[in-house]
């Protein structure tokens, strides 16, 4: 817990929750309170939800909103942050703007910009888990943008990713699947310029996905069109 305070102590984005303070006897944080619910709760657990997938122009602007606070993170100097645990529970959605949050660092990591890496263990929710973090290697920031393209993907089609497999078999898919065919289709419907987008996210090769500098950039463009 100690570790996720000095990492929410350090950060300053208007689409991140933030943190006023904390106690250790009974453990809690302080934090800023959004009026809505998780991206999860949004999906599966309000009262008009039932695996309901979201408009493509509404699925965006949450994606921007995310895209825009790790573009933050990853940016920080001297010490960039992984957040490394990217999933729709860790999103608060604010009602009734729509405006998305990110929250929940309790397994990032600090990384100085002369060292790239940090260790797999212990990181993230396999359903969103990029294929390195599956070995005993090291991995770079890149991880939280493979979690991101799972997590656009599930607005748009409302299924959580391999929805219903052991997360041993979806470990097992992740990390064989270098052509990426066994990932989650996304609908017809959802423009070119998306799943283009989201395939790009979600490369099984780290240095072919793109950073979120170039997401935003690229979602914003697509805001315009």
Same mark, same amino acid.
């Given at each position: &817990?100690? =570790?996720?305070?000095?990492? &929410?102590?350090? !950060?300053?984005? @208007?689409? /991140?929750?933030?943190?006023?303070?904390?106690?250790?006897?009974?453990?809690?944080? !302080?934090?800023?309170?959004?009026? =809505?619910?998780?991206?999860? +709760?949004?999906?599966?657990?309000?009262?008009?939800?039932?695996?309901?997938?979201? +408009?493509?122009?509404?699925a965006v602007?949450?994606?921007?909103?995310?895209?825009?606070?790790?573009?933050?993170?990853?940016?920080?100097?001297?010490?960039? /942050?992984?957040? %490394?645990?990217?999933?729709?529970?860790? $999103?608060?959605?604010?009602? @009734?703007? &729509?405006?998305?949050?990110?929250?929940?660092?309790?397994?990032?990591?600090?990384?100085?910009?002369?060292?790239?890496?940090?260790?797999? /263990? =212990?990181?993230?929710?396999?359903?969103? &888990?990029? #294929?390195?973090?599956?070995?005993?290697?090291?991995?770079?920031?890149?991880?939280?943008?493979?979690?991101?393209?799972? $997590?656009?993907?599930?607005?748009?089609?409302?299924?959580?990713? *391999?929805?219903?497999?052991? #997360?041993? %078999?979806?470990?097992?898919?992740?990390?064989?699947? +270098?052509?990426?065919?066994?990932? @989650?289709?996304? @609908?017809?419907?959802?423009?070119?310029?998306?799943?283009?987008? $989201?395939?790009?996210? *979600?490369?099984? =090769?780290?240095?072919?996905?793109?950073?979120?500098?170039?997401?935003?950039?690229?979602?914003?463009r697509h805001?315009?069109?």
């Open positions: &817990m100690l =570790g996720e305070i000095e990492i &929410m102590r350090s !950060i300053d984005h @208007p689409s /991140i929750v933030k943190i006023y303070g904390a106690c250790m006897e009974p453990t809690c944080l !302080i934090l800023q309170i959004i009026n =809505g619910g998780s991206l999860h +709760e949004i999906l599966y657990c309000s009262s008009a939800a039932a695996d309901v997938r979201l +408009e493509e122009s509404q602007r949450i994606a921007r909103d995310v895209a825009s606070a790790m573009t933050y993170l990853h940016e920080l100097k001297p010490k960039k /942050i992984i957040h %490394r645990d990217l999933k729709p529970q860790n $999103i608060l959605i604010e009602a @009734p703007s &729509m405006r998305a949050y990110l929250a929940d660092f309790g397994v990032s990591r600090v990384i100085t910009t002369s060292l790239r890496t940090t260790t797999t /263990i =212990g990181a993230g929710t396999v359903n969103y &888990m990029a #294929p390195e973090l599956f070995g005993d290697g090291s991995v770079d920031e890149k991880v939280d943008v493979y979690s991101f393209a799972m $997590i656009f993907c599930e607005m748009l089609t409302g299924q959580v990713p *391999w929805k219903g497999i052991h #997360p041993v %078999r979806i470990a097992a898919l992740t990390i064989d699947d +270098e052509t990426g065919e066994t990932r @989650p289709k996304l @609908p017809e419907s959802v423009s070119d310029s998306t799943k283009a987008l $989201i395939q790009q996210c *979600w490369t099984y =090769g780290s240095r072919l996905r793109p950073s979120f500098r170039d997401i935003l950039s690229e979602l914003d805001a315009s069109l």
